[in-house]
């Protein structure tokens, strides 16, 4: 809840600058003016980075005794209440042999945050810089030494948003669950017999949780990277958009990915790879319908929940071998043990990284777009997936006539402009040939669209 609220208060006010929400409560006694903060670049180049308080402060990283005292500058910032809900319908019907199912199920959510009047609280970068200029960093200091084997950044806190009083978060819960069942046992032991039970429930449940979060909580800050050097010597990056790191520190860009010729459903497709890691999504085809029927709803029903996505990504991170991740939230492990057992059938590390890879590229979509994914059908994926391949092929413009049959019904081409659309790419037509506009602001929006719906659809093909 906590998670959800700060990460919505700054979706809402600072939608394109440095604030960072604080994802737990305990996390705010350690981001202190000057605190250092590790961020954690990630595995595939499109994600955002980590960002991981520590208990250590710039003076205790660096070489003598004396204290930094830099000073802060006190502002009033905003007065900030927020209201966040969807509404959440579904009904699933399958029969297998002797076996019939009906599940319907609708629910609502509602998150309220008040967090009052808040400050800012931001460092003197000026007089910060000349206390430390002559200082070294202690290059045998136990975080350093940890963090260099990584080829993690060590950050500042620069700025802080602190509740002024205290305040609360409250979530409320409605959900209404009608279930059926026809449960038959035919010719037992060679005899005639049959045994049939019939069941209906009608399960409501209701929740009403609130959090009273006391003053001088930290709900958002802002930081400065470091550039350390092997000598001990150090840089602040003050300028937007400048990177800090270890001296030997080599990360792979976009700028290197290399792209290898693939096929996907008769089409071509790019197989990309990020540095030496291949994004490779065909290992999905391989599960057996059943298992991929069953992480395919999984993965809706997450889309539909952020903060449930992001934790899904740190479990899958985990059983690939990535260990740079805090495994928090523990409420969570119901989820990460559903998932974990829809990709069990098979769970060979191609499986684990191609689920990782497609989890990783839909937690980076805009929530409008994660929205319209969790709602899609298999078949509208599928005829999506096929467009992107063709318009790649085709280098950007591509016949009407390859448009796939049911994108040809202008409701169901709407919804494909509508999910192009929110990765800032407009989807344009005419009598005799359909294209693609690329925003200024999509970066790799477009690309991960492309692998999320691939993904996608490799788990639904063959579902109804």
Same mark, same amino acid.
């Given at each position: 809840m906590f998670s959800k609220a700060t990460a919505n208060f700054v979706r809402q006010i600072d939608p394109e600058g440095s604030l960072i929400h604080v994802s737990r409560v305990n996390d705010?006694?350690?981001?202190?003016?000057?605190?250092?903060?590790?961020?954690?670049?990630?595995?595939?180049?499109?994600?955002?980075?980590?960002?991981?308080?520590?208990?250590?402060?710039?003076?205790?990283?660096?070489?003598? #005794?004396?204290?930094?005292?830099?000073?802060?500058?006190?502002?009033?910032?905003?007065?900030?209440?927020g209201t966040f809900g969807d509404?959440?319908?579904?009904?699933?019907?399958?029969?297998?042999?002797?076996?019939?199912v009906a599940l319907e199920g609708q629910g609502t959510t509602k998150l309220q945050s008040c967090f009052g009047k808040l400050k800012k609280e931001e460092l #003197?970068?000026?007089?910060?810089l000349r206390d430390s200029r002559s200082r070294l960093v202690d290059m045998q200091h136990?975080?350093?030494?940890?963090?260099?084997?990584?080829?993690?950044?060590?950050?500042?806190?620069?700025?802080?948003?602190?509740?002024?009083?205290?305040?609360?978060?409250?979530?409320?819960?409605?959900?209404?669950?009608?279930?059926q069942g026809v449960v038959g046992l035919l010719d037992i032991l060679g005899s005639s017999v049959k045994v049939c039970v019939k069941d209906t429930n009608n399960i409501e449940m209701d929740s009403d949780v609130s959090l009273e979060i006391p003053s001088d909580t930290?709900?958002?800050?802002?930081?400065?990277?470091?550039?350390?050097?092997?000598?001990?010597?150090?840089?602040?990056?003050?300028?937007?958009?400048?990177?800090?790191?270890?001296?030997?520190?080599?990360?792979?860009?976009? #700028?290197?990915?290399?792209?290898?010729?693939?096929?996907?459903?008769?089409?071509?497709?790019?197989?990309?790879?990020?540095?030496?890691?291949?994004?490779?999504?065909?290992?999905?085809a391989e599960l057996n319908q059943s298992t991929r029927c069953a992480l395919f709803k999984k993965l809706q029903e997450t889309m539909r929940d952020r903060t449930a996505l992001s934790y899904l990504q740190c479990v899958l991170a985990k059983l690939c071998g990535d #260990?740079?991740?805090?495994?928090?939230?523990?409420?969570?492990?119901?989820?990460?043990?559903?998932?974990?057992?829809?990709?069990?059938?098979?769970?060979?590390?191609?499986?684990?990284?191609?689920t990782h890879l497609l989890v990783s590229a839909m937690e980076e979509l805009?929530?409008?777009?994660?929205?319209?994914?969790?709602?899609?059908?298999?078949?509208?994926?599928?005829?999506?997936?096929?467009?992107?391949?063709?318009?790649?092929?085709?280098?950007?413009?591509?016949?009407?006539?390859?448009?796939?049959?049911?994108?040809?019904?202008?409701?169901?081409?709407?919804?494909a402009e509508q999910l192009l659309s929110s990765t800032n790419v407009t989807?344009?037509?005419?009598?005799?040939?359909?294209?693609?506009?690329?925003?200024d602001k999509a970066e790799a929006l477009p690309l991960i669209l492309c692998l999320s719906t691939h993904g996608l659809s490799l788990l639904c093909t063959g579902l109804k």
């Amino acid at each position: 809840m906590f998670s959800k609220a700060t990460a919505n208060f700054v979706r809402q006010i600072d939608p394109e600058g440095s604030l960072i929400h604080v994802s737990r409560v305990n996390d705010s006694q350690k981001l202190v003016p000057m605190a250092l903060v590790v961020k954690r670049n990630r595995l595939w180049f499109w994600q955002r980075p980590k960002y991981q308080p520590t208990d250590f402060t710039l003076s205790d990283l660096l070489l003598g #005794d004396k204290t930094l005292s830099p000073g802060l500058c006190e502002t009033e910032f905003l007065t900030y209440k927020g209201t966040f809900g969807d509404k959440l319908s579904g009904k699933l019907k399958t029969k297998a042999g002797s076996v019939s199912v009906a599940l319907e199920g609708q629910g609502t959510t509602k998150l309220q945050s008040c967090f009052g009047k808040l400050k800012k609280e931001e460092l #003197d970068v000026k007089k910060l810089l000349r206390d430390s200029r002559s200082r070294l960093v202690d290059m045998q200091h136990v975080l350093v030494q940890q963090l260099e084997k990584r080829a993690d950044v060590l950050a500042v806190v620069k700025e802080r948003i602190v509740t002024t009083n205290s305040c609360s978060i409250t979530q409320t819960k409605k959900e209404q669950c009608i279930f059926q069942g026809v449960v038959g046992l035919l010719d037992i032991l060679g005899s005639s017999v049959k045994v049939c039970v019939k069941d209906t429930n009608n399960i409501e449940m209701d929740s009403d949780v609130s959090l009273e979060i006391p003053s001088d909580t930290v709900i958002a800050y802002s930081i400065l990277e470091l550039e350390i050097k092997k000598n001990g010597h150090y840089d602040i990056c003050l300028q937007p958009g400048t990177i800090g790191g270890f001296e030997s520190d080599t990360w792979p860009s976009q #700028d290197s990915l290399n792209v290898v010729d693939g096929k996907c459903n008769g089409e071509n497709v790019p197989t990309l790879q990020n540095g030496s890691q291949e994004m490779d999504l065909s290992p999905l085809a391989e599960l057996n319908q059943s298992t991929r029927c069953a992480l395919f709803k999984k993965l809706q029903e997450t889309m539909r929940d952020r903060t449930a996505l992001s934790y899904l990504q740190c479990v899958l991170a985990k059983l690939c071998g990535d #260990d740079t991740l805090d495994m928090a939230n523990q409420d969570m492990d119901r989820l990460s043990l559903d998932i974990h057992s829809e990709c069990s059938q098979a769970a060979s590390p191609a499986h684990l990284n191609a689920t990782h890879l497609l989890v990783s590229a839909m937690e980076e979509l805009p929530d409008e777009t994660l929205s319209l994914l969790s709602e899609s059908r298999a078949d509208f994926l599928e005829a999506f997936n096929t467009l992107m391949c063709r318009l790649k092929e085709s280098s950007g413009t591509l016949s009407i006539q390859r448009l796939p049959i049911l994108l040809q019904d202008n409701q169901t081409f709407q919804l494909a402009e509508q999910l192009l659309s929110s990765t800032n790419v407009t989807l344009k037509r005419n009598a005799e040939s359909l294209w693609t506009e690329t925003g200024d602001k999509a970066e790799a929006l477009p690309l991960i669209l492309c692998l999320s719906t691939h993904g996608l659809s490799l788990l639904c093909t063959g579902l109804k």
